[in-house]
């Protein structure tokens, strides 16, 4: 039984095909090959099952063998070839199954160490496991969801006429101000980092600041794009790399129009998961009555609920007695995590935007608001991750702008390509950032935002 007398059916690209494509297009009867990796085997006296995936489907496809013999050797973990009949599945939870007449193991696991089993294996315990976890069910459906999602994210994109940019990971500038950029050294190396570029640079924190350029220009932009950032907190919902969609848009003069841009993208890619991921969407949300209702809210025509920093503050200091802080919330600081908890997952018990934060705790480049306390921005908090994305006008005028770097105590000639900008030809712009893995965690309801992305960074881990 050699791999090449496998007669396996073949894809338009000459692929083998995927169990998806089988099970969705052959009808019962027909002669199949197909190949994957073991996830259960089961010998009895007279028959034996298997479970195959292959990453396409969220439940695989059962085997049969009427001659236990052919499982000879077959061990969870095992790549294989299985040539047979496909067959309609007495089953719940699978249309179809195969009746396997050969079996061809192209790769053996070792079953005294191969970490994965049937049973359910706790996140902590995959994420140990980083190289073998893909395989494991929970993962391959947020993956799968991932994928489908950034084809929703551009779709959503291209057909409203935003053009997409390739923003740069290495810069000079710390667009958010937090202090949180990884610096590049250049160890080992002849050229020092400073002389390397001529200055000291660092990896993106956000593409921001080169989407305005291109703003200015194609007037619709956005980028997709890994930002980094030295977040020491250990936290279900901060990542050191992460991924987030970033859009900007030129003649932009309310608030308003970008919080519709920012609620239509969510709608539409949420819909376009349900319509192209519906089973891995409801693997999370089938016993999880408040995340299937999440959806169906993400997704409904009612507009998500928007109130000011000001009433957000007014609403968590008359917060339920019961609902005891561990920061007082208090107008002029930050919403820690616990508000903005309380405010999406259970005062407005979905999304809600909140606008307008005072100036003092929001970086140099906002537009500030006619009161000279406030600017233009927003946070959209969700169930889940909380503050799913962040955004704002920008301030359009180069005096303004050259004052606001300063107070920030930004060094201004390091942003003279961008405050430049604003001499010729300037414009009421503004933009928005959501932070791709919390958008996941909000449609998978998972805790913890490193069993989102495929190879997590955090503070004190970068496994492989
Ligand atoms: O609120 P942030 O810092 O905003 C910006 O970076 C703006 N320059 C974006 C823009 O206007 N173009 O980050 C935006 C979003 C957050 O709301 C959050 O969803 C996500 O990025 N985010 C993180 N996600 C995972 N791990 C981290 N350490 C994150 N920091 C921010």
Not at 129 to 154: C, F, K, M, Y
Not at 171 to 179: F, P, R, V, Y
Not at 228 to 233: D, G
Not at 312 to 336: M, R, S, T
Request: contains cysteine; neutral net charge; proline residues 5%.
């Amino acid at each position: 039984r050699s791999l090449s007398s496998c007669n396996t059916n073949k894809t338009r690209l000459g692929l083998t095909p995927t169990l998806r494509n089988i099970i969705e297009t052959e009808a019962t009867g027909t002669e199949v090959t197909i190949s994957g990796w073991i996830k259960s085997v089961r010998v009895q006296k007279r028959i034996a099952f298997a479970e195959v995936s292959d990453g396409s489907t969220l439940r695989g496809i059962q085997i049969i063998m009427n001659d236990p013999q052919i499982a000879a050797g077959l061990s969870t973990g095992c790549s294989v070839e299985i040539k047979g009949i496909l067959a309609s599945s007495p089953g719940r939870e699978q249309s179809k199954e195969i009746q396997a007449n050969s079996i061809y193991i192209i790769g053996n696991a070792d079953p005294e160490t191969y970490p994965l089993q049937k049973k359910r294996h706790s996140m902590e315990f995959l994420r140990e496991i980083g190289n073998i976890r893909p395989r494991s069910q929970t993962i391959s459906a947020v993956t799968r969801l991932r994928d489908r999602a950034e084809t929703g994210l551009h779709k959503f994109f291209h057909e409203n006429e935003f053009v997409r940019i390739h923003t740069p990971a290495i810069t000079a500038n710390d667009c958010e101000g937090g202090g949180e950029a990884f610096q590049l050294a250049t160890p080992g190396s002849k050229i020092p980092e400073s002389d390397f570029f001529g200055r000291k640079v660092n990896l993106t924190v956000s593409g921001q600041l080169h989407l305005e350029v291109y703003a200015n220009a194609f007037k619709r932009v956005y980028n997709f794009n890994q930002s980094f950032r030295a977040e020491p907190s250990q936290t279900g919902r901060h990542l050191s790399e992460f991924w987030m969609v970033e859009a900007e848009c030129a003649f932009v003069r309310k608030l308003a129009l970008l919080l519709e841009v920012e609620e239509q993208m969510i709608r539409s890619t949420t819909q376009y998961l349900v319509d192209n991921a519906g089973s891995d969407l409801e693997f999370f949300s089938q016993k999880n009555e408040p995340l299937a209702k999440l959806v169906q809210r993400l997704t409904d025509r009612k507009p998500y609920a928007q109130i000011t920093y000001t009433e957000a503050i007014d609403i968590l200091q008359n917060a339920d007695p019961l609902q005891k802080f561990a920061f007082k919330p208090e107008w002029g600081q930050g919403l820690q995590s616990e508000h903005e908890r309380y405010l999406a997952a259970k005062h407005f018990d979905g999304p809600v935007f909140v606008t307008d934060y005072p100036a003092e705790i929001k970086p140099f480049y906002m537009l500030p608001n006619p009161d000279g306390k406030t600017v233009a921005c927003m946070d959209l908090l969700v169930p889940g991750p909380c503050e799913l994305l962040g955004g704002s006008l920008r301030e359009h005028n180069l005096e303004r702008l050259q004052t606001s770097i300063k107070a920030h105590g930004i060094d201004e000639n390091s942003l003279d390509w961008y405050t430049s900008l604003r001499r010729y030809g300037t414009t009421p712009h503004g933009g928005f950032g959501m932070g791709f893995e919390r958008y996941i965690q909000m449609v998978t309801g998972l805790e913890n935002i490193r069993d989102i992305i495929p190879f997590p960074r955090y503070a004190g881990k970068c496994l492989c």
